[in-house]
C-alpha cells in the first residue's frame, strides 16, 4: 500500500512543538553521547591496549541494555513516559561525572561498572521516545519524524565523533566527560517544556513482583502470537549478527589508520558511520514510499552492509576507507528507520513500549555475542583484522539473504491475503 503524502522535514520541526522539543532535547544528549564515546574508546586503549578490553566496553553498552530491556519496556508502558525521560537524562548527568575518577590502568574496573549504571539509566529513555513518537505525530508526520531522528543520530554521530576525537586530543578526556554531563542537563529541559500524550493507564499504586512478571511476559506473548509484529522485531538484530562486530572493529581500524593519533582516527571513522546512517534514510523516504515493498529493502541493506565492509577489507587502508563505510552504513540507516516506522504502526500504544524493549533485547543480546567472537578472536591473534573484517562481512552478506528468502516471502503472503480480504 502507499503511503500518504508526508509532511515537510521544516514543516514537522516548525508546526509541531512537542515533536521539536523532544527533538532539541535528543540533538543536545547525543552530541555529548559522541563525544563520551570517542573518550572512552581512546581511555582504555591508552590504558591497557588491549583488543578484548575494548571489546568489553563496547559490550558493556549492550549486554546491561539487553538485561534491563523487559523491565525498561515495562516502565515505559505503565508510567509517564516524559517524566521517565527526564529522570534519566538527570541520572545520567551524575553517574556519567564518575568516569572522571579513572586516569590509571588498576581503574579501568570503573569504566564498566559506571557505564552500566548507565547503560542501564539509558535503557528506559530510548524506549520511551521511541514509544512517544507516534503519540505527538500523525501518521503523515511518522515517517518524516522517524527519519529525522536517525539522521540526527547520525549527524550528530558525524559532528560529535570527528569534534570528540579532537577534543580528546586537544581539551583532554576530563573535559569531554564534562561536556557529556552537561548536554543530559540541557536534554531533561527540553523534554520538560514538551507536551507527550499517552494512552495507556500510568501504574499509580504499589508495583508488585508478580504483576511486574506477568505484564512482561504479557508483552512478550503479543510479539510471539503476532507475527506480523514478531518478524520486524528481528530486523535490527538481523543487521548486527555481524554488524556489532564491524563497528567494534572500526574501533581498532582507527589504530591501523594513525598510530598515535588513535582518538582523531577513531573519529573520523565513526563520523564516516554517522554521515552514512543519516544519508540513507533520506534517500530511502524519497524512494521507497510503497510501504509493501519495505521488508524486501530491510533484507538488501542487510546484504549491502556486508558488501561494504567486503571492500573495507579488500582494499589498501587509507583514509579512502570512509567511502565504503558510508556505503556500508547508509543500508543500516535505511534499515532502522523502516523497520522502527513498520513497529510503530503495527503496534497498538498499551504494547508499544514492551515491543521496543523486545527489540532492544533482541539487539543488545546479538550486539554482544558478535563483539565479544570478534574481539576474542583477535585477542587471541589466530587472525589479523583485515581477515576478522571479511569474515564478518561475509556473514553481514548471508544474514541479509536469509531475510530476503525466509521473512520477504511471509510478508507477501500476508499482504496478498489482506488485499484478497478487502
Known amino acids: 500500500m502507499a503511503s500518504s503524502n508526508e509532511t515537510s522535514y521544516l514543516g514537522l520541526i516548525k508546526r509541531n512543538t512537542s515533536f521539536r522539543r523532544l527533538w532539541m532535547g535528543n ?221 567494534y572493529m572500526l574501533a581498532l581500524l582507527g589504530e591501523e589508520l594513525a598510530p598515535g593519533r588513535e582518538a582523531a582516527a577513531i573519529g573520523l571513522l565513526f563520523a564516516a558511520r554517522g554521515l552514512g546512517t543519516g544519508i540513507g534514510p533520506i534517500i530511502s523516504r524519497a524512494i521507497f514510499k510503497n510501504r509493501a515493498h519495505w521488508p524486501t529493502v530491510l533484507g538488501g541493506c542487510i546484504a549491502l552492509t556486508g558488501i561494504g565492509y567486503t571492500v573495507v577489507g579488500l582494499i589498501d587502508w587509507t583514509y579512502l576507507v570512509v567511502l565504503p563505510v558510508i556505503v556500508a552504513h547508509s543500508a543500516g540507516g535505511v534499515n532502522w528507520v523502516l523497520s522502527s516506522v513498520m513497529l510503530q504502526e503495527r503496534t497498538e500504544d498499551r504494547f508499544r513500549g514492551r515491543v521496543f524493549s523486545t527489540e532492544w533485547l533482541l539487539i543488545m543480546s546479538v550486539d554482544t555475542l558478535s563483539i565479544l567472537t570478534a574481539s576474542l578472536v583477535l585477542e587471541g591473534t589466530v587472525l589479523i583484522l583485515r581477515q576478522v573484517i571479511l569474515i564478518f562481512a561475509a556473514v553481514q552478506l548471508f544474514s541479509g539473504l536469509i531475510w530476503l528468502f525466509s521473512v520477504v516471502p511471509r510478508e507477501r503472503r500476508e499482504e496478498m491475503t489482506v488485499d484478497s480480504a478487502l
Open 27 to 247: 540533538v543536545i544528549s547525543l552530541f555529548g553521547d559522541w563525544f563520551n564515546t570517542i573518550a572512552l574508546y581512546s581511555l582504555i586503549l591508552r590504558l591497557t591496549g588491549s583488543e578484548f578490553a575494548l571489546g568489553a566496553v563496547f559490550i558493556t553498552k549492550m549486554l546491561p541494555w539487553a538485561l534491563s530491556a523487559p523491565f525498561a519496556g515495562l516502565l515505559v508502558d505503565r508510567f509517564d513516559r516524559r517524566k521517565l525521560m527526564i529522570w534519566s537524562d538527570l541520572l545520567r548527568a551524575v553517574v556519567v561525572l564518575g568516569l572522571l575518577l579513572v586516569d590509571e590502568a588498576s581503574e579501568i574496573y570503573l569504566v564498566y561498572v559506571i557505564t552500566t549504571v548507565q547503560v542501564v539509566i539509558g535503557s528506559v529513555f530510548h524506549p520511551a521516545q521511541s514509544a512517544s513518537i507516534p503519540n505527538i505525530t500523525s501518521r503523515r508526520e511518522l515517517v518524516t519524524a522517524n527519519t529525522i531522528m536517525a539522521a540526527t543520530w547520525s549527524l550528530l554521530l558525524t559532528i560529535g565523533a570527528a569534534l570528540g576525537g579532537f577534543a580528546t586530543e586537544y581539551l583532554g578526556i576530563e573535559a569531554v566527560f564534562i561536556i557529556d554531563s552537561a548536554s543530559y542537563l540541557l536534554s531533561a529541559f527540553f523534554i520538560y517544556r514538551a507536551v507527550i500524550p499517552q494512552n495507556t493507564d500510568t501504574q499509580r499504586g504499589p508495583v508488585r513482583l508478580g504483576a511486574v512478571l506477568r505484564d512482561i511476559l504479557d508483552g512478550w506473548n503479543h510479539v510471539r502470537v503476532n507475527p506480523r509484529i514478531g518478524r520486524i522485531t528481528l530486523s535490527k538484530a538481523m543487521w548486527v549478527v555481524a554488524g556489532g562486530g564491524l563497528v
